[in-house]
């Protein structure tokens, strides 16, 4: 066991009744999380058990990101159980942290480090709060606003110094929870259907693209949220028409461009190559091979008029 490795901003020795004590102030464990899990779940035993802790006092008024390399570095050096992803340097981040609280706030558990939604429900003591990831929230963002190739690099890459602002540029609430809430309606429509599993990024970049425009303001936005935390079926049935139609363009307009004989591409190979793709993608759909759009718009129009009665009732 590689112990804990605590962060705070002081520390002092101190006895008490013949026992020497260490008092800290606003602590933060930053490695052993697994460890304190288990303690807790088994207090008895624990009352036995030794544990190698280590305190670190950091100064918070570091200049710059100071702080934050430093916490990075403190991660890596400690952790030598497990390999150490780009997303596991970033769980300490200001930004992360803060929207950890502010995600709480509006009846979320932010998974920032390595943990599943059932531990990161039982840690919290509240099992009816939604649970995210924050890969879940990164692939969410950078699907709608970076693009579909820039995901299917992979999820890592969205946690490196290169992504990493433009994934998570805020902490706000708002800002993430209605690309989120749409990356799962897009799941939804692909199961079942492998060849949409391919499409899914793509198909989220346009879906979003067309209803961005009507989430501009805050009620907006927290009614589409809102909608889709209660399935509203006024909301969740037209949007996720809107989500078929664009699924059935994605994969005629792979069909039409993949190439033919030895030099076609496979669904996988296609859906992956190109950045170009989103703009393609849209003079597909804009041209008479696609039968779709008439749908799709009436769909987005159902949307729209959903989000106002939500309003409305709030």
Not at 125 to 145: N, P, Q
Not at 163 to 179: C, E, G, H, I, M
């Amino acid at each position: 066991n590689n112990g804990i490795t605590i962060l705070c901003d002081q520390a002092e020795s101190r006895k008490s009744k013949g026992k020497e004590f260490l008092q800290v102030s606003n602590p933060q464990i930053i490695n052993g999380q697994q460890t304190t899990r288990m303690l807790y779940s088994m207090s008895s035993e624990a009352r036995k058990a030794s544990v190698l802790v280590k305190v670190i006092k950091v100064p918070r008024d570091l200049k710059d990101d100071g702080f934050d390399t430093l916490v990075s570095s403190i991660v890596a050096g400690t952790n030598w159980q497990n390999a150490i992803r780009p997303s596991d340097l970033m769980a300490n981040d200001r930004t992360q942290i803060e929207l950890d609280r502010e995600l709480r706030k509006v009846g979320y558990i932010y998974l920032r480090k390595r943990q599943n939604k059932s531990e990161g429900k039982a840690a919290a003591g509240a099992k009816h709060l939604f649970a995210i990831k924050k890969e879940e929230l990164a692939r969410a963002v950078a699907a709608c606003d970076l693009g579909p190739v820039v995901v299917r690099s992979g999820k890592e890459k969205l946690f490196e110094e290169a992504k990493y602002a433009f994934v998570f540029p805020n902490s706000d609430p708002d800002y993430y929870l209605p690309r989120y809430w749409l990356m799962k309606s897009v799941s939804y429509c692909s199961r079942g259907k492998p060849e949409r599993g391919y499409a899914k990024w793509l198909v989220l970049h346009f879906v979003w693209s067309e209803l961005a425009p009507m989430l501009k303001s805050k009620t907006k936005l927290r009614a589409f949220v809102r909608g889709a935390e209660k399935r509203d079926q006024d909301l969740v049935n037209p949007l996720r028409k809107a989500v078929d139609r664009a699924y059935v363009a994605a994969l005629k307009y792979f069909r039409t461009n993949r190439g033919r004989g030895e030099a076609a591409q496979d669904v996988s190979t296609f859906f992956r190559a190109r950045p170009s793709m989103p703009e393609e993608f849209r003079k597909f759909w804009d041209s008479p091979k696609n039968k779709g759009k008439s749908q799709f718009t009436q769909a987005r129009k159902q949307v729209e008029q959903a989000l106002a009665g939500i309003f409305a009732e709030h």
